[in-house]
């Protein structure tokens, strides 16, 4: 279809494209006017993502986010903020609301529940551009009660938004608190076996008291060491004073056993002169034969009482060696005995710290939960209470007409072209070129000189349509003659 035959169609059929248009609009303006007339009235509200200081919740992440907004706004049309709207202003105490309630579902359902849904349906909220501020919108047939039905709403919201955090925080708290009691009486249950255990050793072991043991069992390690050398070296000189006592250095370095032999030394000399000067028989030389015995007798007994003091020394020795070999197993026991009572008192002691530690994790989580049930603030915020409106929001008389204005427009061309569907009438030298498929030789024109549209489609016309100046009468059809 071209752009002429279009306008001769809707030129053929204006009465009905008007009639359409006409009609359309009148019916929308007049359905506006007799429509009640309501008002809206907003309440804004700020829903804040930075922790709350009493919360656990330490990440801001946790509140924000991507759906945050969307979220807050599905709260906001929620049942529960709706049936707290309900409650708080008394509307579920109205009789004839219960009277509607009634007629709408004949007593069937959840009384509550219909009101709720009943009253959520003027309720309109939308999110600030770029903000976390939320606009709570309410409309209603009253300016007063949309604006107490928004201000409503919003503080149904708040109160939603606190019990959200607070009752699961008292529901943690109850937790807890159960649970700290169990982990108390564990911890008292750990100390008392740690005390049980420390009364039935009779000694509070510490690493202090280890150390001293283990002190004094190296001690007596060394003190081992040095008589075990000791006694082997009396060991040596008293076998040694038993095969060649006057060869062993004790007999040899001593100084009465040296006075002794140089004595003998001396007589054994003397014996030797008076022999050769007196007889056998002399009394002197009887005499000094009588003395060199007398001093090898106490040569002897110096002799054997160096020997008797090496073994007295050996045997001291040896009984010193076994009992400091007694005192160190007896110390080594007792060392591996504390240390074996050591190893079983740090594991009560550490039942004992991880007890302590449980319980008090459990006890700080139970009181950081009761401080949140306890916190009645909310992270929302009533930026704007709303106010009566002075003009109402709908019907928009305006508006509607010019909706209906551009409806009506394009329903009466859809009439147009449906009807003419039907009435295929030749309005054109195009209809007939489309029809027929065959060349227009002329047109002839009304005496009329074609003004405006009329003459423009003239002047565009394919240069074989030739137009035969002459007209038939004013106003006639147009005589259209084609080979």
Known sequence: ?????FFRIVRA?????????????????????????????????????????VSSMAAAGAYGGGNFLTTQIDIIKTPRVSTNVVTRLGIDKLPDMREKWQQATKGRGNYLAWLAEFVGRGLDVKPSRESNVIEISYEGIDPQFAATMANAFARAYIDATVSMRVDPARQYAEFFEERAKLARQKFEVAQEKLATAKREKGIVVTDERIDYENARLNEIASQITVIRAARTD?????????????????????????????????????VRELSE?????????????????????????EIAK????LKVNDDINGS????????????????????????????????????????????ARATQSSLEGNSSQSTVYLLSEATESDHHSSPRVTLNAIIATGLGILLGLIAVMLVELFDRRVRGPFDLIQITDMPVLGVLPNSEKPRGLKALLQRRMPEHISPVLGASGRNADSSITAS
Do not use: C
Request: aromatic fraction near 4%.
């Open 306 to 309: 160096v020997s008797a003091s």
């Open 234 to 270: 009396t060991s040596s000189r008293n076998r040694e004073v038993r095969t060649n006592p006057e060869h062993v250095a004790d007999v040899l370095n001593n100084a009465v056993i040296a006075s002794l032999k140089a004595d003998v030394a001396t007589l054994e000399a003397k």
């Open 320 to 363: 010193r060696e076994s009992q400091l070999a007694a005192a160190f197993e007896t110390q080594r026991k007792r060392v591996l005995e504390l240390a074996q009572q050591r190893n079983e008192l740090q594991v009560l002691e550490r039942e004992v710290e991880m007890a302590q530690r449980t319980y008090e994790l459990v006890q």
């Open 13 to 53: 059929r204006w009465m009905l494209f008007a009639s359409v248009l006409v009609a359309l609009v009148t019916l929308v303006v007049g359905v506006s006017v007799m429509l009640p007339k309501k008002y809206t009235s907003t309440a804004t509200v700020m829903a804040d993502t930075r922790p709350d200081p």
């Open 277 to 301: 000067t007196y007889g056998s028989a002399h009394p002197v030389l009887q005499q000094t034969e009588a003395n060199l015995d007398s001093k090898r007798r106490k040569l002897r007994d």
């Open 1 to 5: 279809m071209t752009l002429d035959q």
